[in-house]
Structure formats: C-alpha cells, structure tokens
C-alpha cells in the first residue's frame, strides 16, 4: 500500500541545535501532518500543512518549529534552537484531500533524543 | 478540546477468542471515529472508520457507534497472534482532519 517514509529514523542532537525531520509523503497526496509522541504518553497533533501553508497547529508547535515542502520534495519540519522537552517521536502523515473523513497515512516516525 | 479514552489499558486474550476495546470521547459534533493498529516500532496504521451511529463489519473486526453515549468500541472475531499491537482510537474533527488520539490499549493475543 502506499507508504510515508521518515529519515532519519533516530537523530541524537545537544541541546539547543537545529535539527530537521524529513518526510516523504504518499506521492499524490495534497496534505501533510506532524504528530508527536512522547513516551508512554499519547499522540498529539502538532500541525497541518497544505498548498505551501500551515492550515492549523497546536499549542505543542512552538515558535522554534517551522514547516516546509520546498518544490515538492520532502516535507520537513525544523526545530531551532532544540530543547530537552523536544524529545519524543515524531510522525509524518499524509492524505488525498484534507476532509475529515478521510484516512492519514503514518511514517515509521523519527525518534529524536536531544541531551 | 477533545478528550478521548481508551478502556482497558491492557487486555490479554486466548487465540481464538474475541477482543473487545472501547473508547469514549467528548465532542458529539465529532466526525469520524478511527481504530489505527500501531506495531512496536512502526507508525499507526488505520483498521477501520466509523461515522454513523451502528455497526460496522469489515472481515474479523467489527465496530460499534452511540454518538448519545459518546462511545465506540471495536471487536476482533477469532483474535490471533498477529492481532498483537497497541490500538488508538482516534477522533477527527471538521478542521483539515485533525485527529485527537487515546493513549492505547495494548493486546496481547497468546497461542
């Protein structure tokens, strides 16, 4: 079926560096999200994306969080400076068309450990 | 905001058996309700949907819908191994498919 794939898989970073999650969504689909996963908590929407602009975001998308898809290659999501706090699991979703019936597509999700 | 909660937080079950999840959520204007399957490791991936009050049939799983009780519940027939991962409910809204998950329950089916 169609795949979401998320590189890299673990990134270890010092606090307060950059950082960017890449993402390469379903080929034909339109809108792009990332959720975040804490440890042993539940997944939380951080934001969605779509025709080059942010639809809607959370609280958990702080300032120091951008979103990109330049040209339509990968849809990125850049954290600067990083903070402890930002460790966590992160997932890329993709879907068709935005409605709110319709099915995301997950990524394996990138594990970001920051020291 | 919407709150969603998963019941029981663990479940383990004979092969064979049936698993039964439920979930309860906060916002009667809600649309549709996910089951995702999420494997150690691996991202979520969706099972089935529901959006109408009633059931739902699709092969082993069945799923229930009382919007008045705010509750849904998901069934697997003849669970099996492979049936093993943690399942979230997952509720979308009107905006841009927004999805607020539960914290999971996690199935162990045992041979």
């Known amino acids: 079926g169609p795949k979401v794939l998320q590189i890299p898989s673990h990134q270890i970073i010092d606090m307060g560096q950059m950082v960017t999650l890449n993402c390469d969504p379903v080929?034909?689909?339109?809108?792009f999200y990332w959720y975040k996963q804490i440890l042993g908590q539940q997944m939380e929407f951080l934001v969605n994306?779509?025709?080059?602009?942010?639809?809607?975001k959370s609280k958990l998308f702080k300032d120091q969080f951008s979103v990109e898809r330049p040209d339509g290659s990968y849809f990125t999501l850049k954290i600067q400076p990083t903070a402890l706090e930002d460790s966590a699991v992160y997932f890329c979703?993709?879907?068709?068309?935005?409605?709110?019936?319709?099915?995301?597509?997950f990524g394996h999700g990138t594990k970001l450990s920051v020291l | 905001q919407e709150k969603v909660q998963q019941s029981p937080e663990s479940l383990i079950v004979p092969e064979g058996a049936m698993s039964s999840l439920n979930c309860t959520f906060s916002?009667?204007?809600?649309?549709s309700i996910w089951w995702y399957q999420q494997h150690p490791g691996k991202g979520p991936e969706a099972l089935i949907?529901?959006?109408?009050?009633g059931n739902k049939k699709e092969g082993r799983l069945t799923v229930y819908l009382n919007r008045a009780s705010l509750h849904v519940s998901l069934h697997i027939r003849d669970s099996q191994p492979s049936d093993s991962a943690v399942y979230l409910c997952?509720?979308?809204?009107?905006?841009?498919?927004?999805?607020?998950f539960g914290a999971g329950t996690r199935l162990a089916v045992c041979p």
């Open positions: 979703a993709s879907s068709l068309t935005g409605g709110a019936n319709e099915r995301l597509f």
């Open positions: 080929s034909n689909h339109l809108y």
């Open positions: 994306f779509y025709n080059g602009k942010v639809m809607e």
């Open positions: 916002n009667s204007a809600s649309q």
């Open positions: 949907s529901i959006f109408s009050n």
């Open positions: 997952a509720v979308s809204m009107r905006s841009f498919n927004k999805l607020t």
